[in-house]
């Protein structure tokens, strides 16, 4: 182990440090640059670097901040919240009927606008719905911890689902319409186990009636009726677009960047909603804390830990039938939920860059470090605004003993059933 390895690994881990536990609020983006800017200048990078880093962390950043201000957007002209108010009174005051129409409402917001875009928007409507109808204390533990369980699980199935699902897709030029022919049977696995498991953990505490009827119409929530009808056609719109862009190699910010300008534009000029609160909760943070950590991870990785985990995805790769995929994957959730998934998927990559035929692995990255983030708080970056937003809005404490307990419990059977169908396919 040499000196500079040493060096790298403190800056990484003290870095780190500071992005979980954000001392005095402070914001994640500047314990990342300060990290970079001391690697820099100890020559564990070097200036070269950060054009290397930047072409790889650009289209993922930018299109993470776009799709994430679509859903401030459509939130605040009241999409959501009437879509959640509809499920409600669908399931007439029965509590399980509830509980699944939530989750299933959860993974389509991971799906179309990132699992932090679930964690920042539908953990308080799903807060105020469960007071509205009286759903309180232990009986509400089920659907708020739920919620924010599924936002990472249920965020395989395209490119724009995840931070960590841009980055991998970025780094090996792999196409949004490849991607998702292979990574949308796991997320429907990934799914269904989750809410299967998470019935099975909470089938006590889930209550068996609700009072439907305090719900309001979900008309009422509509503040904007403009940007409301649009979000349906801008969704097919995106979709459409990111196919079609795959096609002919255009990077997912090309789409997602402009169709966010233009619905941003509409807002301000219908002034409906308040466009300023929405750029300021935009997480611009993420920009300088992508970049930072990138150059962090980029220097430890060629002081010798990629030489690591490329050494032990070798041997993992070398094993009989679906225990390669398995292990391998259980390797990325490891790293996931002890380092966070970011730095972990870039990690990731930068291992599988050094195998002669990674092949399946990209995905195995991808998927453990979507899922493995649930066995720790620290997992992944959703999880701690999740979290945060929880104790700031709704006084609610979820403690790591009970966060983790969920995460163990449900999180490792989901993670093995995914593998198993990707492996599978």
């Avoid at 299109?63 to 009241?78: N, P, R, W």
């Avoid at 649009?230 to 969704?235: D, E």
């Avoid at 950590?293 to 990629?306: A, H, N, S, W």
Wanted: with cysteine; net charge neutral.
């Amino acid at each position: 182990m040499n000196s500079l390895f040493l060096l790298a690994f403190i800056i990484f881990a003290t870095t780190l440090f500071l992005v979980v536990l954000r001392p005095r609020n402070l914001a994640i983006g500047y314990p990342a640059t300060a990290g970079a800017l001391l690697c820099l200048a100890l020559g564990i990078t070097n200036f070269s670097d950060i054009y290397t880093v930047w072409v790889i962390v650009w289209n993922a950043t930018f299109t993470f901040v776009a799709v994430i201000i679509a859903s401030l957007i459509f939130d605040e002209a009241g999409f959501f919240e009437y879509l959640a108010l509809r499920l409600a009174g669908a399931a007439r005051g029965h509590g399980l009927g509830l509980f699944i129409v939530l989750l299933l409402l959860g993974a389509s917001v991971s799906a179309l606008f990132a699992n932090d875009g679930t964690a920042l928007i539908l953990t308080p409507i799903v807060y105020a719905l469960l007071k509205k109808v009286g759903i309180q204390g232990r009986h509400a533990a089920p659907f708020i911890i739920s919620v924010g369980f599924i936002a990472d699980s249920a965020s395989l199935p395209l490119v724009v689902s995840n931070l960590v699902n841009i980055v991998a897709s970025n780094y090996f030029e792999i196409g949004f319409l490849k991607y998702a022919e292979v990574m949308l049977l796991p997320d429907v696995v990934a799914i269904f186990s989750s809410l299967m498991l998470l019935w099975a953990y909470y089938r006590k505490d889930i209550p068996s009636q609700y009072d439907y009827k305090n719900v309001e119409e979900p008309h009422s929530v509509i503040k904007d009726q403009l940007l409301f009808k649009m979000a349906t056609p801008s969704i097919v719109f995106l979709i459409l677009a990111y196919s079609l862009g795959a096609i002919y190699h255009v990077p997912v910010a090309f789409v997602a960047v402009p169709t966010v300008c233009v619905l941003f534009t509409v807002a301000s000029f219908n002034r409906r909603i308040d466009t300023i609160k929405i750029l300021k909760t935009a997480p611009w943070q993420i920009v300088v804390f992508s970049l930072g950590m990138y150059l962090i991870v980029f220097g430890l990785g060629r002081e010798g830990f990629t030489q690591i985990l490329t050494d032990l995805l070798t041997y993992t790769s070398t094993l009989p039938g679906p225990l390669a995929t398995v292990s391998s994957g259980y390797l990325f959730a490891s790293l996931a939920a002890v380092m966070n998934n970011m730095p972990s998927v870039m990690l990731g990559n930068l291992a599988i860059e050094g195998l002669k035929d990674p092949s399946k692995l990209v995905y195995v990255n991808v998927v453990g470090n979507d899922i493995g983030p649930k066995f720790t708080p620290i997992g992944s970056l959703a999880t701690l605004l999740w979290i945060h937003m929880l104790e700031r809005k709704g006084g609610i404490k979820v403690t790591v003993s009970q966060y983790m307990k969920v995460g163990f419990a449900v999180g490792l059977p989901v993670l093995f059933f995914t593998l198993m169908v990707l492996w599978f396919i």
